[in-house]
């Protein structure tokens, strides 16, 4: 299922901060988005170890997500834990169009 996120990559520019993980709502589903200078990833909200709302963390150098509760880093394109501690998190692919940015769920 397809599901639009943005009109243009512009306007996705516009409305997310460079690395600030913000909360989105999609199909039932809450997940966070993180726009980079190279991506726009998407992956399940809460954090595989505890359950805390990793929109609330933030990024790092390393391409990861950190969860704000007790530190474990995501890769936020494989959804792997940097230190194998726990299940990786879901990732979602995102797919750019000319008639906008969407979400593949």
Do not use: W
Not at 16 to 33: D, F, M, S, V, W
Not at 51 to 80: A, D, K, S, W
Request: glycine share 6%; hydrophobic share 35%; proline share 4%.
């Amino acid at each position: 299922m397809k599901i639009k996120l943005f009109d243009s990559e512009d306007k996705a520019k516009e409305i997310l901060t460079l690395n600030q993980p913000r909360l989105i709502r999609a199909e039932g589903k809450e997940l966070c988005i993180v726009r980079t200078s190279e991506n726009l990833n998407v992956f399940e909200n809460l954090c595989p170890h505890m359950g805390e709302r990793l929109h609330q963390g933030n990024t790092n150098h390393l391409n990861e997500i950190v969860c704000p509760l007790h530190t474990y880093r995501f890769h936020m394109h494989t959804g792997e834990e940097a230190e194998g501690r726990c299940s990786p998190l879901k990732i979602y692919d995102v797919l750019f169009e000319e008639e906008g940015i969407y979400l593949i769920i």
